[in-house]
């Protein structure tokens, strides 16, 4: 019978939790054998921070994989204090340059390599096919297969230009679904010729060109049964079968759409099972991230010991890890030098502003007078919660207000001057019906802003860069 430390070793050897805090506790010290580590905002409050947590990683658990859930744009950790200063894909994909798309993930990767992080959860390679899609929206390069599949290939070789491993995000394609997956289910209807044509082609784009991983959403196919993609052996399948030889990343186990049906413990067993190679437990801000490890280590053990799974299972996995470790190291012996903090940031910020001011110089990104003058007020009417971008497409309108001279209000019966919008929200309709002199910033993707507005500035996105540019617009 096989002894307790070696399943725990090869149970560790597939698991990819997070932690608290920006010293490693112990706990995560002590886990022999760890596949990898992912970070989140409240890791990495700075850059330097940031790099110190990477490297007391590293000096503990030596060949660790440090990750990032990092998009740029309205999703991101690494400057998650700040703002991300990438206007992020949908901007990228309103241009429509590759080269520049390109540009902008090897910024991202610069930035990951400077602070020490091996794998970017990203690109978004979604295809966005619904304008009321809650979750995925600006994260997608846009609507078109072929474009968000070149988009998607272009910013994953940026990013593994610069010694960073890429992930294509969500297989098998999450962009024509109505719900979050954050907090239920979603249900992705579509015929076999559909799901090929549209969502799928990016993906194979992606395998193609020598994505380095991919993470499975939590979804459910027609045609495929009841069992989500990501605990879903046919599906995860389907992406070997296209010829994916790299390694399957979980969604985060903890989102609402596994919480009940089958419920955390469960879904990590079932997502080895099924063919994932690292499974993310997820963000442990202000959860227990010990116990969440434990639940996850202690229920891979309990399988392997009552016989659902094997040792060689895990192994199999182990090796995909181990073989990404060595081509990481392979991407980093093309750079010359790691960049310091201090040029990566520089660089994305230049690339940034090109990217943002470019798609707001579009015909279609602005309408009607737009120019506010200052001393007004600034309502932020964006009333979804966004539980991917977290806090970090907050700060827009605090930076649209600073750049303009307006004053934020929270009162709802307040005249804005100019009011933030990301969803279709009744109340703004009625708004603007009511004042149609009102300037409206569109922080989601173009076929969701509000038909009533007669000012509109199609901003691409909240981050950093998406704001400066739209104020830019806005300045009398």
Request: proline share 5%; hydrophobic share 45%.
């Amino acid at each position: 019978m096989t002894d307790l430390d070696t399943i725990r070793r090869a149970v560790n050897g597939v698991l990819m939790p997070g932690f608290n805090g920006t010293t490693v506790p112990d706990w995560l010290a002590n886990t022999e054998g760890l596949a990898s580590v992912l970070l989140f905002g409240h890791n990495t409050p700075d850059a330097a921070v940031t790099a110190a947590v990477t490297a007391e990683l590293n000096a503990i658990i030596p060949g660790v994989i440090i990750a990032a859930d990092e998009e740029g744009g309205d999703v991101t950790r690494i400057q998650a204090a700040t703002g991300s200063l990438l206007p992020g894909a949908c901007a990228l994909g309103a241009v429509g340059e590759t080269e520049l798309t390109g540009a902008a993930g090897r910024s991202l990767g610069d930035l990951l390599r400077a602070v020490g992080v091996d794998l970017a959860i990203s690109p978004v390679i979604d295809v966005a096919s619904r304008d009321d899609n809650p979750v995925i929206g600006v994260r997608s390069f846009g609507a078109d297969p072929a474009a968000v599949g070149a988009h998607g290939v272009a910013f994953a070789q940026g990013i593994q230009a610069a010694g960073v491993a890429a992930c294509a995000k969500h297989f098998p394609g999450h962009g024509d679904t109505g719900t979050d997956s954050h907090v239920d289910l979603p249900i992705l209807e579509v015929t076999p010729d559909l799901l090929r044509e549209r969502d799928l082609a990016p993906f194979q784009q992606a395998f193609d060109a020598g994505v380095e991983t991919i993470m499975v959403g939590h979804l459910r196919v027609a045609g495929y049964g009841d069992t989500p993609a990501s605990l879903n052996g046919e599906l995860i399948g389907l992406a070997r079968a296209m010829g994916f030889t790299g390694v399957v990343i979980s969604d985060a186990l903890d989102m609402g759409a596994l919480a009940v049906d089958p419920g955390f413990e469960e879904a990590c067993v079932q997502a080895i099972l099924a063919g994932s190679d690292l499974l993310c437990l997820g963000n442990t801000a202000k959860r227990d991230d010990e116990e969440m490890y434990h639940l996850a280590a202690g229920a891979l053990i309990g399988a392997v010991q009552d016989g659902r799974l094997t040792l060689d299972r895990l192994a199999e996995s182990a090796a995909r890890v181990t073989a990404l470790r060595d081509r990481i190291l392979g991407l980093r012996r093309t750079r010359a030098a790691v960049p310091t903090i201090e040029r990566a940031n520089a660089a994305m910020a230049q690339v940034g502003r090109d990217v943002a001011t470019r798609a707001l110089a579009l015909p279609q990104s602005v309408r009607g007078r737009v120019a506010v003058q200052p001393g007004g007020l600034l309502a932020d009417l964006r009333h979804t919660v966004d539980f991917a971008a977290g806090n970090s497409a907050a700060r827009l309108p605090g930076i649209l207000a600073d750049r303009l001279g307006l004053t934020l209000t929270r009162d709802p019966e307040a005249v804005p001057a100019l009011v933030v919008t990301r969803a279709p929200n009744p109340a703004v309709a009625e708004l603007l019906t009511a004042h149609p002199e009102i300037v409206v910033v569109h922080t989601g993707v173009p076929g969701s802003a509000p038909r009533e507005a007669r000012n509109l500035v199609q901003a691409y996105g909240g981050g950093v860069a998406n704001a400066e540019a739209a104020a830019a617009v806005c300045k009398p």
